[in-house]
T-cell receptor
Framework: GENVEQHPSTLSVQEGDSAVIKCTYS??????FPWYKQELGKRPQLIID?????GEKKDQRIAVTLNKTAKHFSLHITETQPEDSAVYFC????????????FGAGTRLFVKA | GAVVSQHPSRVICKSGTSVKIECRSL??????MFWYRQFPKKSLMLMAT?????????EQGVEKDKFLINHASLTLSTLTVTSAHPEDSSFYIC?????????FGQGTRLTVV
């Protein structure tokens, strides 16, 4: 089955700096890669996603890149703000909401003011 | 976005009793729902795929007799933790997909004493 590796487990940055989180996946059948932000005690919230037919996607301060050949994808947050502090999970699935989603271990991001 | 409601949000039960957690898709129909378990500061681990009108599909290592799943309608899936023990204490989250996105319930924090 699918296995998703995520690094780093903890990331601390200064406000205004960029943060990069990297993930790899194992199943070449996976073609949908969402990223979730989870604040303490709350449900995960989708922040951005990318499909396998796209190499890069950007939404304001957040961007994702995907290298399907190498089976890795990354989340880039620019101009970080204290409210970006949370746990971020990458994930992979074979399709849309009807397919099971396998999560990475998570990255705890701290943005220092 | 679509709304997935999970109930209860918190439950404390005695060891040996059973607990039922409900997951409802409020404004869409979901033929498939997913149940995850999350330990403190850990990732979401997929437990099972709940299929409307048929048996759930369990991930390796998850005891189907321990974690009973019923998906009797297109808007409701239930997870029953049977004969709960302290090691079952965890955060349980369901998700349901609509279109290209999976939406999460708010989670249930189960404490077995």
């Amino acid at each position: 089955g699918e296995n998703v590796e995520q690094h780093p487990s903890t990331l601390s940055v200064q406000e205004g700096d960029s943060a990069v989180i990297k993930c790899t996946y194992s199943d070449s059948a996976s073609n949908y890669f969402p990223w979730y932000k989870q604040e303490l005690g709350k449900r995960p919230q989708l922040i951005i996603d990318i499909r396998s037919n796209v190499g890069e996607k950007k939404d304001q301060r957040i961007a994702v890149t995907l290298n399907k050949t190498a089976k890795h994808f990354s989340l880039h947050i620019t101009e970080t703000q204290p409210e970006d502090s949370a746990v971020y999970f990458c994930a992979a699935s074979e399709g849309t909401g009807g397919f099971k989603t396998i999560f990475g271990a998570g990255t705890r991001l701290f943005v220092k003011a | 976005g679509a709304v997935v409601s999970q109930h209860p949000s918190r439950v404390i039960c005695k060891s040996g009793t059973s607990v039922k957690i409900e997951c409802r898709s409020l404004d869409f129909q979901a033929t498939t729902m997913f149940w995850y378990r999350q330990f403190p500061k850990k990732s979401l681990m997929l437990m099972a795929t709940s299929n409307e009108g048929s048996k759930a599909t369990y991930e390796q290592g998850v005891e189907k007799d321990k974690f009973l799943i019923n998906h009797a309608s297109l808007t409701l899936s239930t997870l029953t933790v049977t004969s709960a023990h302290p090691e079952d204490s965890s955060f349980y989250i369901c998700s349901a997909g609509q279109g290209h996105e999976a939406f999460f319930g708010q989670g249930t924090r189960l404490t077995v004493v």
